[in-house]
């Protein structure tokens, strides 16, 4: 059985008075992975920043494990904030060495010594980077970077991993390589997956479902691949099919 990781009840977030994103309903379940389609400003990455618990909603309830966190204070926050990992597009690296960029995340958690040392490592082997710990992190290639960004999530663990556009400047190699990683962290750690992206065929490959949120509403939320094949509405049929401009 699947259980309920969010659940998200009208919620609406305004910039400057004007609404930028409405949610009515939404529910995630543990253990899945979700693809975030839309096109540019139909605000994904505004759904993933409140989801992270980086910014609050205007209006409405956002409920993680249970716990209102619009009522929560700060070190629950925090503490809830803890169980996410989230990787951008272009990820910021500290200008120090990749061991140190990825035991930050774990030192800030509170672990050392021997323990660091070896989440580090396998961590970094785990994206097929045991040689480049003592490398300067922001000397590395785009693909070596997002993997880098993918061995912090892999050394912290996650219930919860939120990629907002992960590939979107990737050659297609890289791609194929960061989606296989992503696909493997779900499967070994049982992560919960959320990748917003523009890539169709990535939505594909790797999503179990898909949202696609339409000037800041959410039009739609259905598994893969019926989303593709039978969509609910009008607005996600033109753009699956590639036929909505934007
Ligand atoms: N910090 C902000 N201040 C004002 N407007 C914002 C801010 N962040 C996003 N927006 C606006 O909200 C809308 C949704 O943005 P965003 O969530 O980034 O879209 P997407 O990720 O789908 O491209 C856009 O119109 C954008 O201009
Ligand atoms: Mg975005």
């Known amino acids: 059985m699947h259980k309920t990781l969010f659940e998200l009840e009208d919620v609406i977030k305004k910039y400057d008075k004007v609404p930028v994103l409405h949610v009515k309903n939404l529910k995630l379940e543990e253990n899945e992975i979700y693809a975030i389609m839309g096109p540019n400003g139909s605000g994904k990455s505004t759904l993933l920043k ?64 021997p323990e660091l040392q070896s989440r ?79 890539n169709l065929f990535q939505a594909k490959r790797l999503a179990d479902e898909a949202i696609f949120l339409y000037e800041g509403n959410l039009i739609e939320k259905s598994p893969v691949p019926q989303i593709f094949t039978e969509p609910q509405s009008e607005v996600t049929r033109r753009f699956v099919s590639g036929t909505m401009v934007y």
Do not use: W
């Not at 140190?100 to 672990?111: D, E």
């Not at 580090?120 to 590395?140: C, I, P, Q, T, Y």
């Not at 990683?181 to 049982?190: A, K, Y």
């Open 50 to 113: 409140l989801l992270n618990l980086l910014d609050e909603p205007s209006h409405g309830k956002i409920i993680f494990q249970g716990v209102d966190t619009g009522k929560a204070g700060d070190s629950v926050r925090l503490r809830l904030r803890r169980q996410m990992c989230m990787v951008f597009q272009h990820t910021y690296m500290f200008n120090t060495s990749v061991y140190n960029n990825v035991s930050y995340g774990l030192r800030l958690r509170g672990i050392k010594g």
């Open 120 to 198: 580090v490592k396998e961590a970094l082997s785990f994206v097929g980077m045991s040689d480049f710990g003592k490398r300067n992190a922001l000397k590395l290639s785009g693909g070596e970077t997002q993997r880098v960004a993918l061995a912090r999530a892999v050394a912290i663990r996650p219930r919860i991993l939120l990629l907002d556009e992960p590939t979107a400047n990737l050659d297609p190699d890289s791609v194929a390589l960061i989606e296989r990683l992503v696909q493997r962290i779900h499967e070994t750690i049982h992560t919960t997956v959320l990748i917003v992206t523009h």
